[in-house]
């Protein structure tokens, strides 16, 4: 059974918490959540207090001083949509379950969102959310240092050599399709992912050379973990 089924296509009331950073698109931000509390609007007692995986998204108008730029949002929202992870918002807006497999060898949209552990969907106006308060880990403060990496990266260097810097030290994947057509020719797409092979690799190198010098294995992540992270 599906916990969310008592909600699809209602109007909810929804307190989560932002697990990454929001992507800003042309008219849209997409916010990903992990739902402590879900109410149904016009009933209260349907209540949903499991941790739920939300993929909220807000649509906003174009501000009419911005000589008709799409996608920017008026000054008072970009203030309240300014959202880092650990942020807790309070959200109102109408709950769906995202398309599953249309086609026979389609696309499976739900599928997709299963695997980042996104349960359901709900699209919310910009007056209707609300920061509440903020969740503090050591998760989401990694999640700062890399998005200030990130920044440094993109101030410091050409596009290019940004999104190339950043797809092989972090794994994004927001390189220019023409570069990325040119990794392709050369057959070297691979080195812009450190993928398990990879990490493998460097474990295997570091266990051999523990063993040779015959460190006890209870210390080893004295070693590895460092090493890893490296």
């Given at each position: ?200 690799y460097v474990f295997l190198a570091l266990s051999l050379l523990l063993m040779a010098i015959r460190i006890n294995k209870r210390y080893w992540m004295l070693f590895l973990t460092p090493a890893l992270l490296f």
């Open positions: 059974t599906d916990a969310l089924d008592n909600f699809d296509q209602k109007d909810v009331s929804l307190t989560g918490v932002v697990t990454d950073y929001p992507v800003r698109t042309e008219n849209r931000l997409t916010i990903n959540l992990n739902a402590k509390e879900l109410v149904a609007t016009t009933d209260e007692n349907n209540r949903l207090e499991d941790s739920t995986g939300i993929r909220a998204t807000i649509y906003y108008p174009a501000d009419e001083d911005t000589n008709g730029e799409p996608g920017l949002l008026k000054t008072n929202q970009v203030q309240q949509l300014d959202l880092a992870p650990g942020d807790v918002l309070l959200l109102q807006g109408q709950l769906s379950h995202p398309s599953g497999k249309r086609n026979p060898g389609g696309f499976d949209y739900r599928l997709y969102l299963k695997s980042q552990s996104i349960d359901g969907l709900l699209t919310v106006e910009p007056e209707n959310i609300e920061r509440i308060g903020q969740e503090r880990s050591i998760y989401y403060q990694i999640l700062a240092i890399k998005k200030t990496l990130e920044h440094q990266s993109d101030v410091n260097f050409s596009k290019d050599v940004s999104d190339l810097l950043k797809g092989v030290v972090f794994g994004e994947k927001n390189i220019n399709e023409d570069l990325a057509r040119r990794f392709q020719d050369a057959g070297v797409t691979h080195v812009l992912s450190v993928s398990g092979l990879h990490v493998g």
